[in-house]
């Protein structure tokens, strides 16, 4: 491998992982200022960049379409969807640890 093909392959960026606040509010269509709520509340927890903007993880993504689905779903106000997710979540792990130990014994 010679230094140019070197210089190409070093200089292509890493693809980001991930999203800007603009890409999770059009990807979500959840209003900027319900957001900013469940930052506030902790509900969801981005990295912040050193310009002070909000970067999202997946799993940051894959909460909100889950909690707008079941506040329309189910009609329900967004903090009764957030309490919703959370305890979903937790059966989830609950579900997972009793298979865990299952193939313990």
Do not use: H
């Amino acid at each position: 491998m010679d230094i140019k093909q070197v210089i190409t392959v070093a200089t292509v960026p890493a693809r980001s992982e991930r999203l800007s606040f603009a890409q999770l509010q059009e990807l979500t269509g959840l209003d900027p200022t319900v957001v900013g709520e469940l930052i506030e509340l902790g509900w969801i927890t981005p990295e912040r960049t050193l310009a002070d903007a909000y970067l999202f993880r997946a799993k940051d993504l894959y909460r909100l379409k889950k909690l707008e689905r079941i506040s329309r779903d189910f009609e329900l106000p967004l903090l009764g969807a957030s309490i919703v997710v959370d305890l979903l979540e937790r059966i989830e792990r609950l579900e997972n640890k009793v298979r865990e130990l299952n193939r313990l014994l």
